[in-house]
């Protein structure tokens, strides 16, 4: 079994769903603490546990960042301005830019991973369990 943690000072090691559920998910990003290897601005990831029918409260808008999101099991759709993207097989996936609003919804149990760069802080939604 893989014990988490700090291993010296500049390593982490973890599992991406232990360590999730204690972030909303995102597992590095800037809300990390100082001297913690996972905390970067340049990036942030998330290991997103949704359970069916989990959607976004609000739709991200004004967004400053692009997002990678990999699908890794379930079916996943993510709202996009005037488009509608289902992620359906293992390994499917969207890229969007800088200025493109979003929102989500799993209509089954999902698993996804989502990378954005740069890691900006303001886009929790409150109450909200994971924020892709």
């Given at each position: 079994m893989l014990a988490s943690g700090l291993v010296g000072d500049r390593v982490?090691?973890?599992?991406?769903g232990e360590?999730?559920?204690?972030?909303?998910?995102?597992?590095l990003g800037h809300f990390k603490?100082?001297?913690?290897?996972?905390r970067s601005e340049d990036v942030e990831v998330k290991w997103g546990i949704h359970p069916r029918g989990d959607a976004r409260a609000r739709w991200v808008r004004g967004e400053e960042r692009t997002?990678?999101?990999?699908?890794i099991s379930g079916r996943f759709r993510?709202?996009?301005?005037?488009?509608?993207?289902?992620?359906?097989?293992?390994?499917?996936?969207i890229v969007w830019g800088r200025g493109v609003?979003?929102?989500?919804?799993?209509?089954?149990?999902?698993?996804?991973?989502t990378v954005r760069w740069p890691s900006v802080p303001g886009y929790a939604v409150d109450?909200?369990?994971?924020?892709?």
């Open positions: 982490y090691v973890g599992n991406a360590d999730a559920a204690l972030d909303r998910g995102w597992i603490g100082v001297g913690d290897p996972r997002a990678l999101l990999v699908l993510v709202e996009l301005p005037g488009r509608s993207v289902l992620l359906e097989r293992q390994g499917d996936y609003d979003h929102s989500w919804f799993a209509e089954e149990e999902s698993v996804v991973l109450g909200e369990p994971g924020t892709p």
